[in-house]
Structure formats: C-alpha cells, structure tokens
C-alpha cells in the first residue's frame, strides 16, 4: 500500500477535524503509521476548516499534503473549491450533498455524494453530520470495516456524550450502507 492521503474540510463548526481525527485513530489501531493535521481559522465556527490525514504501511515524512489527495471529504462548496485541484486525477469525492454542487468535478474522479443533512435529520439531531460523512469515509476505504468506525465512537464519544453516542452510531450505520 501507497500512502493514502485523505482531506476533511469544511465548516468550522461541522465536526470535520474530529473525523479526520477518528480516521486516524482507526488507522492506528490497525497498525499503520499515521498523521493528522488540523487547520481552522481563529473565528473556529463558521470560519473554515480542515485536516489532513496520511496512513502508510511505512514511516509518513510529512504530514501536509499538497498534491495527490486520494480522498476528500467535502461538507461544503468551499472546501471542494479549494482542495479539488489538488486531488490525484482518479481519487475519491465524498460530498455532503446538501451543501456541495459536483457538476464542475473532473472525470475519473469518483463522486459519492450524500446527504449528510438528511442523514442527521432523520436520526434526530443535527450535530450528527459528521458521524454520517464518518460513515460513508469508513465505507469507502478498503483498510476499514464497519465495526471500525462504530467501535472508535464508542472510544471516543461513549463516555463524554452517552445521549448522543446512539444517534452518532445511527447516523455512521445509516450512511456506511448508502
């Protein structure tokens, strides 16, 4: 395996550094070298943001990613905006459908676009976009299964939001099988 290079942005606000962030803790736990760097501007909410995440086999010299973006996960119309000509000609576009318009993507970019938005919507509660947008990342890279994704928001969020770790998992499972 390549390094497998991985951007999240989006809104400040619209958890995309904690899903980069639970990418990489997976990552790990499966035993892969791995870097995450967050980017956010000062106003946070809002305001941009965005992570970088490279999984390898071997040893990652850096952790910024300037070329070659295999997977990018675009929560709004900006982010795709800023990070698509940066993506490698046959990577993988996650878009939140609800906030990001795919028709200007070149071709033998892969377009898996979903409604985040709808996906929290119909599991009760906003703030679970990017347990959906988890999902669909989860589902679409090969080193990753299911349980992966549900057992590292266990780790992560079980404890500190007991009321809302339900929702997270329905939202992750809902989007994993779309």
Known sequence: MSALKIVCAGFGGQGVLSMGQLVAMMAMKKGYQVSWMPSYGPEMRGG???????IDKDPIASPII???IDVLLAMNQPSL???LPHMNPKGTLIANASMV?????PKGITINSVDFTAIAQEVGNLK????AALGTVVAKLPIFEENDGLAIIEEKFGAKAPDLNALNKAAFTKAYHQ
């Open 48 to 54: 941009t943001a965005n992570c970088h995440v490279v």
């Open 128 to 131: 679970v976009q990017n347990m």
């Open 66 to 68: 300037t070329d070659g």
């Open 81 to 83: 905006t800023k990070f």
């Open 101 to 105: 318009k795919t028709d200007a993507v």
